[in-house]
C-alpha cells in the first residue's frame, strides 16, 4: 500500500517536472502525421471487438508517439500489439505506438493495432468507422476508414505502395 | 517578503523536497512489480510433434482426423473470441481455399480447434466458421480432449491473469498443421503466412500425394 503510494506520487511529481520542462507553444504533432490505407476488420459473428490497422507517417525532425485512441463505434479502444513468444503469440495493450522521425510506423494484423472492444453496433463491411488518434502533446487527428472482410485483405494483384496517392 | 511571495517560495521548496525523495526512492529503492509477473508460458518445444489422430465435436457430432482420410487436412487451432490472430489466419486461410479449383476443394478440409472449449460450444463453433466461408469444420471437447490434442500437435495455450473474467483473451501458438492423405503430419506452417505461400503448400502436398 505504502509502495502504491509512494510510486504514484512520485510519478505525479516526475510527470509534472516533464511536463513543465517539456512546455511546448504548439500542440501540432498531429499535422506531422499522414495516415495512409487506414480499415477496420469486419468483425466475426459474436466477436467481442475488432482493429484498425493503418499506416502512420512522420513528417517531422522528432519521433511522435502516438498515445491513445477513441471512438464511438465500441465501448473501448486500445493500443495494442502482438509478442510472438517462440510461435506463442500474446496480445498486449501498450502505452503508445512510436512513428520515428521521418519514418513510418505500420499498424496492421498480426502486429501493432487498434482494437476496438465491445463494438455498439456489429461492425460489417460497407460501413465506415472513425477513430481520433491523440498524440504525446495532446493534438488529435480524426481517421474515417473503410470496413474489410477478413476474405479480402490478402491476394491482392497489385501493392498499394507502388502506386503514392500524394504527388507533391 | 509580501505572502504571495512566501507561499511561492514554501510551495517551490516542498516541490524540491518532494522531487529529491522521489528520485532516491526512484534509483535506491528497486522496484518489486516484477515479483508480480505471470510466469512464462510453457515453452514450445523444438522436437518434432508426433501428430496423430483424435476426434472431436463439432454441431453435427463427432469427426476424427480418420474420417478425412483421403484428403489433405489443414488444422489450425485458436478461439472464436480471439481478437486478431486467429481472424488474420483463418482469413487468409479462406483466402487460399476460395483461389482453389474445384477439385482441389474436394481434396482437402480445413479443421478449427478451440483452445477455450468453456466458450466455443459446438454452435458457437459453427457460427464462427461459417463466416469464413471456406468449409470449415469448427471442433471442440472437454478441457482435457482438447489438452491432449493441442499436446500431440505440439500447440500450446494458456490463459494469462487478467481482469476481466469474462472476455478474456488466450495466449495461443497459431501455426497451421498440413496433415497428408494418410493422417501423417508433414509441416507446419507459421501465423500470418500469406494466402498464396497456403495455397502453394496445398499444391505441393495434393501433387505429391497423387505419385506413390
Given at each position: 500500500?505504502?509502495?502504491?503510494?509512494?510510486t504514484?506520487?512520485?510519478?505525479?511529481?516526475?510527470g509534472l517536472v516533464?511536463a513543465?520542462?517539456?512546455?511546448?507553444?504548439f500542440?501540432?504533432?498531429?499535422?506531422h502525421?499522414?495516415?495512409?490505407?487506414?480499415f477496420?476488420?469486419?468483425?466475426p459473428?459474436?466477436?467481442?471487438?475488432?482493429?484498425?490497422?493503418?499506416?502512420l507517417?512522420?513528417?517531422s525532425?522528432?519521433?511522435?508517439?502516438?498515445?491513445?485512441?477513441?471512438t464511438q463505434?465500441?465501448?473501448?479502444?486500445?493500443?495494442?500489439?502482438?509478442i510472438?513468444d517462440?510461435?506463442?503469440m500474446?496480445m498486449?495493450?501498450?502505452?503508445?505506438?512510436?512513428i520515428?522521425a521521418?519514418?513510418?510506423?505500420?499498424?496492421?494484423?498480426?502486429?501493432?493495432?487498434?482494437?476496438?472492444i465491445?463494438?455498439?453496433?456489429?461492425i460489417?463491411?460497407g460501413?465506415?468507422v472513425?477513430?481520433?488518434?491523440?498524440?504525446e502533446?495532446g493534438?488529435?487527428?480524426?481517421v474515417t476508414?473503410?470496413v474489410?472482410?477478413?476474405?479480402n485483405?490478402?491476394?491482392?494483384?497489385?501493392?498499394?505502395?507502388?502506386?503514392s496517392?500524394?504527388?507533391? | 517578503?509580501t505572502?504571495?511571495?512566501k507561499?511561492?517560495?514554501i510551495?517551490?521548496?516542498?516541490?524540491?523536497?518532494l522531487?529529491?525523495a522521489?528520485?532516491?526512492?526512484l534509483f535506491?529503492?528497486?522496484?518489486?512489480?516484477t515479483?508480480?509477473?505471470?510466469?512464462?508460458?510453457q515453452?514450445?518445444?523444438s522436437e518434432?510433434?508426433?501428430?496423430?489422430?483424435?476426434?472431436?465435436t463439432a454441431l453435427?457430432?463427432q469427426?476424427?482426423?480418420?474420417?478425412?482420410?483421403?484428403?489433405l487436412?489443414l488444422?489450425?487451432?485458436?478461439?472464436?473470441?480471439?481478437?486478431d490472430i486467429c481472424?488474420?489466419?483463418?482469413?487468409?486461410?479462406?483466402?487460399?481455399?476460395?483461389h482453389?479449383?474445384?477439385?482441389e476443394?474436394?481434396?482437402?478440409?480445413?479443421?478449427?480447434?478451440?483452445v477455450?472449449?468453456?466458450?466455443?460450444t459446438?454452435?458457437?463453433?459453427?457460427?464462427?466458421?461459417?463466416?469464413f466461408?471456406?468449409?470449415?469444420i469448427?471442433l471442440?471437447?472437454?478441457?482435457?480432449?482438447i489438452?491432449?490434442?493441442?499436446?500431440?500437435?505440439?500447440?500450446v495455450?494458456?490463459?494469462?491473469?487478467?481482469?476481466?473474467?469474462?472476455?478474456?483473451?488466450?495466449?495461443?501458438?497459431?501455426?497451421?498443421y498440413?496433415i497428408d492423405?494418410?493422417?501423417?503430419?508433414?509441416t507446419?506452417?507459421?501465423?500470418?503466412?500469406?494466402?498464396?505461400?497456403?495455397?502453394?503448400?496445398?499444391?505441393?502436398?495434393l501433387?505429391?500425394d497423387?505419385?506413390p
Amino acid at each position: 500500500m505504502i509502495h502504491h503510494l509512494k510510486t504514484t506520487t512520485c510519478a505525479l511529481t516526475l510527470g509534472l517536472v516533464t511536463a513543465l520542462s517539456s512546455t511546448q507553444l504548439f500542440a501540432d504533432q498531429a499535422k506531422h502525421i499522414e495516415v495512409s490505407d487506414p480499415f477496420t476488420r469486419e468483425m466475426p459473428p459474436g466477436s467481442p471487438a475488432t482493429a484498425s490497422f493503418m499506416t502512420l507517417k512522420n513528417s517531422s525532425d522528432h519521433a511522435i508517439k502516438l498515445v491513445k485512441a477513441s471512438t464511438q463505434v465500441s465501448k473501448k479502444a486500445e493500443l495494442h500489439t502482438h509478442i510472438n513468444d517462440n510461435g506463442m503469440m500474446q496480445m498486449r495493450e501498450v502505452p503508445f505506438f512510436e512513428i520515428p522521425a521521418h519514418g513510418q510506423t505500420q499498424l496492421q494484423p498480426g502486429g501493432n493495432h487498434i482494437m476496438l472492444i465491445s463494438p455498439i453496433q456489429p461492425i460489417q463491411a460497407g460501413k465506415t468507422v472513425s477513430v481520433t488518434l491523440t498524440f504525446e502533446d495532446g493534438s488529435s487527428k480524426n481517421v474515417t476508414m473503410p470496413v474489410k472482410s477478413v476474405m479480402n485483405m490478402g491476394m491482392k494483384n497489385g501493392n498499394h505502395d507502388d502506386h503514392s496517392h500524394h504527388h507533391h | 517578503m509580501t505572502n504571495t511571495q512566501k507561499t511561492v517560495s514554501i510551495g517551490l521548496s516542498l516541490f524540491g523536497a518532494l522531487l529529491l525523495a522521489c528520485l532516491f526512492y526512484l534509483f535506491i529503492e528497486p522496484t518489486k512489480d516484477t515479483e508480480k509477473n505471470p510466469p512464462p508460458p510453457q515453452a514450445i518445444t523444438s522436437e518434432k510433434p508426433t501428430g496423430g489422430n483424435f476426434t472431436l465435436t463439432a454441431l453435427d457430432g463427432q469427426h476424427s482426423l480418420s474420417d478425412f482420410k483421403d484428403k489433405l487436412v489443414l488444422l489450425y487451432f485458436g478461439y472464436t473470441y480471439c481478437p486478431d490472430i486467429c481472424p488474420t489466419d483463418l482469413g487468409n486461410l479462406s483466402m487460399a481455399y476460395q483461389h482453389l479449383t474445384d477439385a482441389e476443394k474436394s481434396n482437402i478440409q480445413i479443421l478449427f480447434v478451440t483452445v477455450d472449449p468453456a466458450r466455443d460450444t459446438a454452435k458457437r463453433m459453427a457460427e464462427y466458421t461459417q463466416y469464413f466461408n471456406a468449409n470449415i469444420i469448427g471442433l471442440t471437447g472437454t478441457e482435457q480432449k482438447i489438452a491432449a490434442v493441442t499436446q500431440k500437435y505440439g500447440a500450446v495455450y494458456l490463459k494469462p491473469e487478467q481482469e476481466n473474467k469474462e472476455n478474456y483473451t488466450v495466449d495461443h501458438s497459431a501455426f497451421i498443421y498440413v496433415i497428408d492423405k494418410n493422417g501423417q503430419l508433414q509441416t507446419q506452417l507459421p501465423h500470418a503466412i500469406s494466402p498464396q505461400q497456403i495455397q502453394n503448400t496445398i499444391r505441393t502436398y495434393l501433387t505429391q500425394d497423387k505419385t506413390p
